[in-house]
């Protein structure tokens, strides 16, 4: 695991969270932009190994609970692909 992206205290964990819409609800997500990023400087090239990548990921900060694991997939890769977008353009 990289230590950059590792909080140092429950406070500064705290800080690194961020809300996205999850089943329409409005969920918070610990540590997803750091995720994101280390995810990204990977270079993987195949939806379904970046999906994997950053579940496990977001799984390490996250509690997520096994019911709704493909609603938080499909939420975390639309955050994925709209940070790509902004880089981008």
Sequence with gaps: MDKEYVPCCAADALRRIRQI???????????????IAAIRNQNLTSDVEIRTALMKKIKV????????????????MEEYRKQGAEKNG
């Design 61 to 76: 900060y996250n509690y997520v609970p096994p019911g709704v694991e493909e609603a938080y997939a499909i939420a975390i």
């Design 21 to 35: 819409p999850i089943n329409g609800i409005m969920t918070g997500i610990t540590m997803l932009d750091e995720s």
